[in-house]
């Protein structure tokens, strides 16, 4: 659901700067604090304004109780007038008082003050929040024997003022609570801002020194000048820039490596097409012919080892679960041609159930083709060339398994080069299959390897077995053997 608001959205913090990022997520909640330090602020104002004032009030109960007199039986009270004036003046407002018995049938001063709602205890000031006649009053209560001879009877004082002067005064403690806050905030605001255009100014000169570069200037970026929290992102340009760089030196290698590879067959097809054109014995022109479709088949294929090996460098690249036995299959029954062409026999040996990996079914269909290719060129006729499919719970295999010459031990490691042609290789070739097969086993996040295919008991060597290592994907399936 798209929120409402456009500054809930994801995508609105992603266009903004962090210092406004920051700002408009800490100022609502340094405000939210200050709404509540304020509402606390003006609890604590009114009970202090209350404490302090209610004083006031007991002072003048006790005072009203020092002329009371009940020596004629009944109630007599002497008012201090001028304690009482005095009173009105400090509550800005009207004072009331109420002298009675507790059952009411004696009274004098305002009659119908309110009562605490519990009944007061002897000798314990009460105080309490009322209305008197509608206008808003502090009460305050107290009660004492009639007479200490007599017990049962009591006598209730009570005094109310107006609560103007002490809310005037919790009003002036909150104001001031408000205008130091809001100079707090004011001041942690632009704190925070300045502190902020501080702790951004290494990526500012980062992004300077960026701008300032050549265009073709790929050198890592010094991350121990920018803060640590930005340290993973600056590590991870580096990577990209590694990258960027890698992919240029691919494509300038893969300039140098065409026009080194392909200069010499396009020169020699131009010679032999003047000769052929030249040879007046039509049977040394045919044989001409014939040498000339050689080496222009043989253009052909290093061409498209060359093309194949730059989309396997950098190609866009998808995967998909594929079954290995499946892939296998396919890639001996296309080869059979040129197998019974070679007089090799071309076997097959799948695992016992599925192998599913996670790759891109079109370059592993090119290295195992090339693997194919490799060893039936180089397998004598009537050897035997056998393909197998297995795993060993972590990793899928494709091997291709071949008697012929086998490579040295010496040379093992740098097979994979490109252009790198073994000692004991007499054939044409231009030394980029096994080249293609290790670069689409990397994409894939495997590997290649080369060894003997066959070890005699006195130590000698014979044929060649290229592996292909891929990780198995994670939804491989552990059925049942299939048929």
């Not at 980062?206 to 701008?211: F, M, T």
Request: with cysteine; proline share 5%; glycine share 8%.
């Amino acid at each position: 659901m798209t929120p409402r608001w456009p500054w809930l959205r994801p995508s609105h913090w992603h266009r903004q700067s962090v210092r406004r990022t920051l700002l408009t997520l800490v100022l609502p909640v340094m405000l939210s604090t200050v709404g509540i330090e304020l509402a606390l602020t003006w609890g604590t104002a009114l009970q202090a304004a209350n404490s302090a004032y209610d004083r006031s009030l007991l002072g003048a109960i006790k005072a009203i109780d020092v002329n009371v007199s009940t020596e004629t039986g009944g109630l007599s009270v002497e008012l201090p007038y001028r304690m009482l004036e005095f009173f009105e003046l400090t509550a800005s407002g009207q004072v009331y008082f109420r002298v009675s018995t507790e059952d009411g049938l004696v009274e004098i001063g305002n009659a119908g003050l309110p009562l605490p709602p519990e009944r007061l205890q002897t000798g314990v000031p009460r105080f309490i929040d009322a209305e008197y006649f509608g206008a808003p009053v502090r009460v305050g209560a107290w009660a004492r024997e009639l007479d200490a001879d007599k017990p049962g009877r009591r006598m209730i004082i009570q005094v109310a003022e107006s609560t103007n002067s002490r809310n005037a005064f919790s009003r002036a403690l909150l104001m001031q609570a408000v205008w130091r806050d809001l100079l707090t905030v004011a001041i942690v605001t632009a704190t925070l801002a300045l502190v902020i255009g501080w702790a951004l100014r290494p990526l500012d000169r980062l992004r300077r020194d960026v701008e300032a570069r050549a265009d073709d200037d790929l050198s890592p970026v010094d991350e121990t000048q920018v803060p640590a929290d930005a340290a993973p992102l600056v590590r991870a340009i580096n990577h990209h820039l590694q990258r960027q760089r890698d992919l240029i030196d691919g494509r300038r290698r893969f300039v140098d490596d065409a026009s080194h590879q392909l200069r010499t067959p396009l020169a020699t097809l131009a010679t032999m097409v003047g000769y052929a054109r030249r040879e007046r014995d039509p049977g040394r022109q045919a044989e001409a012919l014939a040498a000339l479709k050689r080496q222009i088949d043989d253009t052909v294929r290093r061409t498209n080892q060359m093309l194949a090996l730059a989309r396997a460098d950098t190609a866009e690249f998808s995967t998909a679960p594929l079954d290995l036995n499946a892939l296998a299959d396919r890639c001996a029954r296309e080869s059979w041609p040129l197998a019974r062409e070679q007089g090799v026999d071309l076997g097959l040996e799948r695992a016992e159930r599925e192998v599913i990996v996670s790759g891109n079914e079109g370059q592993l269909r090119e290295a195992l083709l090339n693997l194919l290719h490799n060893a039936l060129r180089y397998t004598p006729s009537g050897g035997q060339v056998t393909v197998q499919v297995d795993e060993d719970g972590r990793h899928a295999m494709l091997r291709v398994v071949d008697d012929g010459p086998g490579i040295p031990a010496d040379e093992r490691a740098r097979v994979g080069e490109r252009f790198f042609r073994g000692r004991n290789v007499d054939l044409p070739g231009s030394g980029l299959g096994l080249a293609i097969v290790r670069a689409i086993a990397q994409r894939h996040g495997g590997g290649m390897a080369v060894t003997a295919a066959q070890i005699h008991h006195d130590g000698r060597e014979r044929g060649t077995a290229v592996t292909l290592r891929i990780p198995l994907d994670a939804r491989r399936r552990t059925g049942a053997p299939l048929p």
